[in-house]
């Protein structure tokens, strides 16, 4: 029962990432997050994975891609989007 508990938990957590990241959450909400952060190593690692993917995709410049890529990225975001 306490797994499922902290499955809730951590779905939650992951639901907040991009607000964590965006600082868009109140005051009392990024307490709680990051309260669960520090007694939480998964949701830590994504964190973290989730701040290099930001990261990383932050220094490609479109016209670098390959067009395949680029249309590929595209469709996946409409795909995403339609969800």
Request: with cysteine.
């Amino acid at each position: 029962m306490r797994i499922l508990n902290r499955d809730l938990v951590c779905r939650q957590a992951v639901a907040l990432v991009t607000d964590y990241l965006d600082d868009a959450l109140s005051r009392r909400q990024r307490r709680r997050f990051e309260a669960h952060l520090r007694d939480c190593p998964n949701c830590s690692r994504y964190l973290e994975q989730i701040r290099l993917t930001i990261d990383t995709v932050g220094h490609i410049e479109p016209e670098t891609l390959d067009p395949d890529v680029k249309n590929e990225l595209i469709d996946l975001y409409r795909r995403y989007n339609e969800e």
